[in-house]
Every structure is written in C-alpha cells, then in structure tokens.
C-alpha cells in the first residue's frame, strides 16, 4: 500500500523528465513526416499513363450526376462519357498569374456544365498554381524542377488521357512539354495519386486526417471520365451526417469502385461541387467551422462541351440522375 509521499514521487515530473518527454515528441514528428514522406514517394514511383480515348467526335457528350453517402460522409460524383475529351475536359484559371477565383464564378464565366476545384496553390491571397498548369494549350505553371513526387492529370491534342509525374519522364529521356502536346493538365496534392491499375495505392498511414477531398480518375479504356467530391470540415469538432470527411485511404478505396486511375485534387475548404453553373455541396472555406462558405481557388476543373455554341448550355444533352443544383 502506497503512501500519499510514495504517491506524489511517483507522479512528480522532473525537468529532465521534461526534456525527455520533448524530445520524444519532436522524434514522434519527425518520424511522421518521414513517414508521409516515403509514402508519397512511393506513390510517387507509379510510372505515368497514356490512355487513348475511345470515344469519337460523333458520340454526344453525356453526364451521370449522383449525390452519394459513403460511410456516412455526402459525396458528388459524375461521370462523363461519349464525345472526344479534348472537346469537353478543361482546366481553368483565371489569369496568367493563377489568381484566385472562385470555382462558381469559374463555372459561369465558362458556361460549365459541371465543375470541381483544381489543383493546390501557394497562398490563400494571391493563388499561384502548384506544379504543372496547362490551360487551352498556354503553360500556366511550368514544371517545377525540383519536384519528383508530384502527379497530375490531363488530356492532349491527340485525344489521349495523360497522367502521372512528367519530371521523371523529361529527366529520363531528356523530352519537353511540347513533347506530351498537352492541351489540359492540373497537379494534384500530396503525391498525387489513389488508384493504380484497380488498385488503392494509398496507405493507411499516410492521410490519416479526415477532411473534404476532391478526386478525379478515369477508366482503364479511356472512355470514362469520374470526378467525385467529398463534403466535410478539416478542423471541426462534428457529429453530423457530414462530419470531417475522409481520410486518403478511404477517398482511394471509394474511387477505386469507379475508376481504374485516379489522383487526388485540393481538398478541404477548397473541395468544390459545381452543377449548371450553382454549388450543390457545402463547402467550408473556413476549416474550422461547418459554416458554409466557398473558397477562391487558383484552377478549376470544366465540363463543357465545345459543341454547343456559346449561352446554348443546356442540362438536355446530360442523363442527370438527379437534380442536384436543387439540393444542399
């Protein structure tokens, strides 16, 4: 039986006692940062992807609208096929500088059919796209050297699905952009990529934090386009039907029921839902509380049919689901 001195001796923490338990702490971080680190290098080691699409010209552009719930956490999601991608899948900016805007404004200025938030950017005030930004053909953001890790998503003038890390591939056989003849390409977030070959790639050590995500993938055919976006709020405390969102490994392991490849885009506030020119998820720009709100971002994806000549925008040629510019 202890007596109370035995008691405060045993709970007592000295000042060496202090130190050890900091430096424990600071080991703990950088273990977990070495950990992420290797993790997204991993991912970061999947070869890059050619698709050819299969569709043609002549097939009309189609769009499958759902509002879902995964593990409790509402989701959009579309998948486009038919038609050519080249005359239906842009990346958008503002301007040169990759300002920022928001991805609605974005969505009406471009009479997009459908639309989500890009890539990451640098500041929360002055944008500036990370990593490759291809818009309309125009280098936006050259490819940074430095970057091995980093994987993108795009569409060339050929018709052909391009995604993965180009560095390694300009590196190794000493091409250029000009090369790829890139169209469109937005740089995706923290490694980049979900779903390789069918496969989730995602550990379940790295991304652990649940939060708003935002993905994009295609089909190992090239003939579906998916985007899917996953409501939340970064930083809240929440019990709701909304909650936090998800972590990587399970945004990976629900675009994997869709898409054969897939990389993951900006997430948390940022994470953006645009159906007929009106948001229809609840953003929550502000991270730490579930207010909702939409953030300005620095590059949107666009899903809008070249076809049909400008202010004819029309949800007619889309087999819709459901209507979900009707529901928050």
């Given at each position: 039986k202890f007596s109370q001195n035995t008691q405060i001796k045993k709970i007592g923490i000295s000042s060496s006692s202090i130190s050890d338990i900091s430096m424990l702490l600071t080991l703990r971080r950088v273990v977990g940062l070495l950990v992420s680190f290797f993790?997204?290098?991993?991912?970061?080691?999947?070869?890059?992807?050619?698709?050819?699409?299969?569709?043609?010209l002549n097939e009309p552009m189609d769009i499958q609208t759902k509002k879902i719930q995964l593990q409790n956490h509402q989701a959009y999601l579309a998948t486009i096929t038919g038609s050519e991608p080249q005359s239906y899948f842009h990346v958008l900016v503002k301007d040169s500088e990759c300002s920022l805007e928001k991805t609605s404004s974005l969505s009406k200025k471009f009479q997009c059919e459908y639309a989500i938030n890009g890539g990451p950017f640098h500041s929360y005030t002055k944008g500036g796209c990370v990593g490759l930004t291809v818009s309309n053909h125009t280098v936006i953001q050259d490819l940074e050297t430095n970057d091995d890790g980093s994987v993108g998503f795009g569409i060339t003038d050929s018709n052909e699905w391009i995604l993965g890390n180009l560095n390694s591939i300009i590196h190794r056989d000493g091409a250029n952009l000009n090369h790829f003849n890139i169209q469109e390409f937005v740089t995706g977030l923290n490694g980049g990529w979900l779903v390789y070959n069918s496969t989730n790639v995602v550990s379940n050590r790295d991304g652990q934090d649940p939060a708003p995500r935002t993905a994009i993938g295609i089909d190992r055919e090239g003939k579906r386009l998916v985007l899917m976006q996953m409501d939340g709020c970064e930083h809240c405390v929440s019990r709701s039907i909304r909650g936090r969102g998800l972590t990587l490994q399970e945004m990976a392991e629900a675009m994997k029921g869709f898409a054969d490849y897939a990389i993951n885009l900006d997430g948390g506030g940022s994470s953006t839902s645009v159906c007929d020119e009106k948001v229809i998820n609840h953003p929550t720009c502000l991270d730490y509380i579930m207010r909702q709100c939409e953030r300005p971002v620095a590059s949107a994806i666009c899903i809008r049919d070249n076809s049909m000549p400008p202010g004819s925008i029309s949800t007619k040629s889309s087999s819709k689901e459901q209507d979900l510019s009707s529901q928050e």
């Open positions: 993790a997204i290098n991993t991912r970061a080691q999947y070869g890059h992807i050619i698709i050819p699409s299969r569709s043609s």
